[in-house]
């Protein structure tokens, strides 16, 4: 089958989940769970195939373990599902609504997107997350996987399947697009049939939807994050923030990649937060100023610009806080970007000048997540300035429709 | 200078537009609505020019009265500069907001989106608007005007600048884009310069500003609307909706431009459509059914999918109410779509099942438009999907921040 006519499908589908109520979509879940988890041992073996496959063609460590899915990482997936039904639906919701001098009434009401297109790598759990979520918001899924999870995600499909049918759904509300590289750039020519690609994963696999997708995208994830210790703050806060920023799991978008620090607080700061951060292993890439403290990696421009994602840290002391929002300006990837002050003006500035999905002060980048912010599902973090910002839930999974209701009225 | 450096001029003027007060940005429209005021003469003169240029050229009488100004006109354009100046600003709202059980404050709050590029065509009037709206928004406007009204756009730039600079803005806040064909090209390759692309004009360019834009897009106006009226509606009220959504302007995006008629109801209702139609000066495109009621111009198929913005009409006969919602689907823009019932659950499926921004039961589909919803000020009317949906307004003009603040919180 062609992605179109997977699209075309997924489009008849998305008609019956557009007007399926809440209650169906919950018991379709709660069945999609039970067939998840009823098929644990055809999606192990499945994903033991993908597994030695990936250790035949050398793939690292870190990759094979992104890859491999284990009794309890299958039982999560299982969860997950079930929270979901357990969430409110936002289909139907009313925005905003009033009634005009004339009498004609206005109602802004949440609906599905229609067919949305997920783009990810190795992880086979996104495929039941992306698929339930799409469900609860009445939104049809095309999940393309990376090809090195091939097997893994048709079997966890499958079973997806097999709970749609078992509540009276269409299979092809949850579809994988399996095929050749070809397949991705088909998907990502599909407008008119897919209504919103979302890409999740590397920042290749990211630019390279963002530039080359006629559908319209929501870009996710890149963080490149930074931490600014501004002079006159509370030196045990910003240690204790930048080690839980930096080290609680350094491999997240919201973890710190580097720390400005401003100078009137370097000889203080600096010294404590290289052996807090040595006491953590971090590997600490500093600038000739920050060198001057204690041995640390010489830090390259492409260090600054880097989205480490594991236990290193750029460094640099800035003059001001001019200097601090100017160096964020010059590499932020615009998730999230924090400041520790006690200065109400500083606080005020950087949250007001810094351009970015969230910026925090004295708390931890860690917290710009969905399941913090309470949203209970989360597809992603959108670093883009249309639609959603930030943490997605499951109502920025929905469009919108004016729903306008008159009794004859006319335009004078 | 090149749209590159255009760009970077506009986002230095972003950062200072982003954390101006609606005080100052107030006092900053009524200066260039003052300037604008006192351009006239200069303003008309230049237009005066374009205007013989696009005569020489062979322009068509429709065209040279889009690019025309009057005294009017332009009194028009101040007096919408004002209005602006009038109406809250969404910078700044906080959308939603909570703490989180460990003490950590989270604010979603709108910001502008930095710099808007608008790509329009004849119309020297949106000059001013867009310049506005976006200032009014905390947006610098990169404003890429058709070159048939290149001498009229850049007077009503001039004067807009001047009065940006009496209230102390920079004057790259609202800067005009010359230049030839590939500088729209420049244009939509300057993602991480330009936050959005608003094109606005007809479908041809908005079709190659969607496909080829590197930049996110809105996606605003075709409409080819449909006003089906149901089996058993109230055929008076049929009739002046009818009239009304066709003729008060038919060259609008929200006028209708096919007909859809039950079969239940054709005896009666087609015979009086026709004539009403007539009286009104309708040149109507009917299907062979249509025809058997009276003498019409045979509609071909591209009659059903062409956005006619004219006086002239495509009707059909649908057997059923799934008929109409089938033909709604194979050629609707997702602009706004009309039913005329007398039943609740026709209105429901109908208002349910049809995708598009808006969808109205027995009321003209003239009233979706940003002035009748209330909204002051509109950029446009979005067909996509993301982000805005349908009447653009000032909100619509924003993106949203995440402000995050603790005091020392870290994850656990």
Chains 1, 2 share one sequence.
């Not at 250790?55 to 890859?67: C, M, P, W």
């Not at 579809?175 to 998907?187: A, D, H, M």
């Not at 670093?383 to 004016?402: C, D, F, V």
């Amino acid at each position: 089958m062609t992605v179109q006519e997977q699209a075309r499908k997924a489009r008849s589908a998305a008609l019956t989940l557009g007007s399926a109520t809440r209650a169906t979509k919950d018991a379709a879940l709660l069945a999609m769970a039970d067939a998840l988890a009823k098929s644990e041992t055809a999606v192990l073996e499945a994903n033991a195939r993908d597994v030695a496959r990936a250790e035949a063609n050398g793939t690292s460590a870190a990759l094979i373990d992104r890859l491999r899915l284990t009794p309890d990482r299958i039982a999560g997936m299982v969860e997950g599902l079930r929270d979901l039904a357990a969430l409110p639906d936002p289909v139907g919701d009313v925005v905003r609504g009033w009634t005009n001098a004339n009498g004609v009434q206005v109602r802004q009401v949440r609906v599905p997107f229609g067919v949305v297109g997920i783009i990810y790598e190795a992880r086979p759990n996104v495929t039941a997350d992306a698929g339930g979520i799409c469900l609860k918001s009445g939104n049809a899924a095309l999940l393309r996987g990376s090809s090195s999870a091939a097997e893994s995600n048709a079997a966890v499909v499958e079973a997806l399947q097999t709970g749609l049918v078992d509540a009276g759904f269409p299979a092809e509300a949850i579809q994988l697009v399996p095929g050749p590289r070809e397949v991705t750039s088909q998907l990502m020519a599909a407008r008119g049939l897919v209504d919103v690609l979302i890409p999740r994963g590397g920042a290749g696999l990211i630019d390279n939807v963002v530039r080359n997708s006629q559908v319209p995208v929501i870009e996710t994830g890149v963080g490149n994050c930074h931490l600014f210790v501004d002079a006159g703050a509370d030196e045990q806060m910003a240690l204790n923030i930048l080690i839980n920023a930096k080290t609680q799991r350094p491999s997240v978008c919201n973890a710190v990649e580097t720390l400005l620090v401003h100078a009137d607080l370097a000889d203080s700061f600096v010294p404590k937060a290289l052996d807090a951060l040595a006491a953590h292993g971090v590997a600490v890439h500093g600038d000739p100023q920050v060198a001057a403290y204690g041995e640390v990696i010489p830090a390259e421009d492409q260090d600054f610009a880097e989205e480490y994602l594991s236990l290193d840290l750029a460094v640099a002391i800035v003059a001001s806080l001019d200097a601090a929002l100017q160096h964020i300006r010059r590499y932020s990837t615009g998730h999230t970007e924090t400041i520790i002050t006690q200065s109400q003006s500083s606080a005020a500035r950087f949250t007001a000048e810094v351009d970015a999905a969230a910026v925090l002060v004295n708390a931890s980048s860690r917290f710009v997540d969905g399941g913090e912010f309470g949203f209970g599902a989360e597809i992603g973090i959108s670093t883009q300035k249309l639609h959603a910002r930030g943490p997605m839930g499951l109502p920025e999974m929905t469009s919108s429709k004016y729903v306008v209701t008159g009794s004859g009225q006319v335009r004078q």
